[in-house]
């Protein structure tokens, strides 16, 4: 099974500022990577797949990169909105979720 | 716009079975060569895959878990389901539905989600 790891578990980050999630593959998942939003009470909301490609009506400041086995989703300027739990999760071989990072008003 | 709803009972005994039915509206269960995912988020815990399957009824499990799961279509009324039998404490939680993106292993789609207790 792949391991995704996620870090920090809680973050942060003041209106306007930028907030960088990492996540770590226990073997190489090449670029097979999703980053959600999962807030509260609703459905989680897929942002990026295959890396650093963003989903449809995903707004710019969301953006992915890494390959193999490190991965970042940057969020450029936060919004109100933006605060959330995000997950990480790889396709390669089967599925597997990171056990997400906590996005918090500082 | 596709739509997914998850229905079922949101309590259930321990021993007994955990059964749960995903409605889709807004597109067809059967077009497309889509899989449909269940996923589940235990109390204070991550997102856990469940199973999937694709339209033409081929159903992949996560070898992980320890009660056993079944997933199936029922195309005549576009919906598809899980049973997990045996269920326990450890079952508790939250269940949803997707549908996959544009790549395969990915989620787009998704149901709010269904609180599903396991308590005598």
């Known amino acids: 099974e792949i391991v995704m790891t996620q870090s920090p578990a809680t973050l942060s980050v003041s209106p306007g500022e930028r907030a960088t999630l990492s996540c770590r593959a226990s073997?190489?998942?090449?670029?097979?990577v999703a980053w959600y939003q999962h807030k509260p009470g609703q459905a989680p909301r897929l942002l990026i797949y295959?890396?650093?490609t963003r989903a449809t009506g995903i707004p710019a400041r969301f953006s992915g990169s890494g390959s193999g086995t490190e991965f970042t989703l940057t969020i450029s300027s936060l919004q109100s909105e933006d605060f959330a739990v995000y997950y990480c999760?790889?396709?390669?071989?089967?599925?597997?979720f990171g056990g997400g990072t906590q996005v918090e008003i500082k | 716009q596709l739509q997914l709803q998850e229905s079922g009972s949101g309590l259930v005994k321990p021993s007994q079975t955990l059964s749960l039915t995903c409605n889709v509206s807004?597109?067809?269960?059967?077009?497309?060569?889509?899989?449909w995912i269940w996923i589940r988020q235990p109390p204070g815990k991550g997102l856990e895959w469940i199973g999937y399957?694709?339209?033409?009824?081929?159903?992949y499990y996560n070898p992980s878990l320890k009660s056993p799961v079944t997933i199936s279509i029922d195309r005549s009324n576009n919906q598809f389901s899980l049973n997990v039998t045996s269920v326990t404490a450890a079952d508790t939680a939250v269940y949803y539905c997707?549908?996959?993106?544009?790549?395969?292993?990915?989620?787009?789609?998704w149901g709010q989600g269904i609180l599903v207790t396991v308590s005598s």
């Open positions: 997707a549908r996959q993106g544009a790549v395969a292993g990915t989620f787009l789609y």
């Open positions: 399957l694709y339209d033409s009824g081929r159903t």
């Open positions: 999760q790889q396709y390669l071989r089967w599925l597997s």
């Open positions: 073997q190489s998942v090449t670029r097979n």
């Open positions: 295959n890396g650093s």
């Open positions: 807004g597109g067809s269960i059967s077009s497309g060569g889509y899989s």
